[in-house]
């Protein structure tokens, strides 16, 4: 129903109506009313901090509890140890792009986002893969203000200083997404797209190999499955694909016809009443894909 009502809405809409979410205050304190608030129980100022000025009514931003995991898991899918992952996990979170520069580049826009927003499971995860395998090629769909791009282009900023150069393409329907948070300095390599998925794959990456795969666009079981059908002729073997909407079970479906590998992490979020997002990923096998 959710997105229903959502496709009613002009993009454009959309996007001034998320610019004036530190003073959408009915829809915070119905937001707050709606998840039980478990974690904040017995913390009155903590609820009304939120629904008084907190920027963020549905994509939210937080610390994990449970980074460790994260690692292992991502660990066990690409088969490495697990001390390599936490070290590229915590150079993401102490990188200057991902935190000063990122802070001073968002400047007046602190209005409507936060100052330093806490680097995302999914975004850390990408950029740990993105280190771990250095893809040539990284296709991602649902931009937003472009946190998660600017995280990957740093990724692959990094790995071209180390010889190994890849680029991002990135998928989605709203015009200018991602300027905000994605500075001249790292749009190297980066190419937007502002068409609807999974129709654009078609003319935009025809003959290419993809490396990565990131959804991160509409939140439905049907919509996650028509992006993975139209990818997977493009991805490259051993290549691997990744959701935020773990809970569709698609990917584990995928990975079982393919004969790839699926892990799954479930967030633990540092003092914050959502209950944690659910992250999927597929590996698929050594020869190529055959959807």
Not at 70 to 79: G, K, R, S, T, V
Not at 236 to 247: F, H, I, R, S, Y
Not at 254 to 275: I, K, M, N, W
Request: glycine fraction near 8%; include cysteine.
């Amino acid at each position: 129903m959710k997105q229903a009502l959502k496709r009613l809405i002009p993009e454009r809409a959309r996007l001034y109506l998320r610019r004036a979410n530190r003073f959408r205050w009915i829809t915070k304190a119905r937001v707050l009313r709606a998840s039980g608030a478990g974690a904040w129980e017995g913390r009155p100022l903590r609820k009304a901090r939120y629904v008084l000025w907190d920027p963020e009514v549905d994509t939210f931003t937080y610390a994990i509890a449970n980074l460790e995991e994260l690692a292992a898991q991502l660990a066990l899918l690409l088969d490495r140890p697990a001390s390599e992952l936490e070290a590229h996990l915590a150079a993401a979170l102490d990188d200057p792009e991902l935190g000063p520069r990122l802070s001073e580049d968002i400047g007046w826009r602190a209005l409507f986002t936060k100052r330093r927003p806490p680097l995302p499971s999914h975004h850390l995860s990408a950029w740990a893969i993105i280190r771990t395998r250095k893809p040539g090629l990284v296709v991602e769909t649902g931009i937003l203000e472009g946190l998660g791009d600017r995280i990957m282009l740093r990724a692959l900023q990094r790995n071209a200083e180390e010889g190994s150069p890849g680029r991002l393409v990135a998928f989605d329907i709203m015009p200018g997404s991602g300027r905000a948070l994605v500075p001249e300095r790292l749009r190297a390599g980066w190419e937007p797209i502002y068409e609807p998925t999974p129709q654009a794959f078609r003319s935009h990456l025809a003959g290419l190999e993809v490396g990565l795969f990131l959804h991160d666009s509409v939140q439905e079981a049907d919509h996650l499955r028509s992006e993975v059908e139209e990818i997977l002729p493009r991805m490259e073997a051993n290549g691997v694909l990744m959701t935020v909407a773990g809970w569709t079970g698609v990917l584990e479906e995928e990975s079982a016809r393919l004969g790839g590998r699926c892990q799954t992490f479930h967030e633990h979020p540092v003092d914050h009443f959502y209950s944690g997002r659910t992250l999927s990923w597929m590996r698929l096998p050594d020869r190529p894909a055959n959807p």
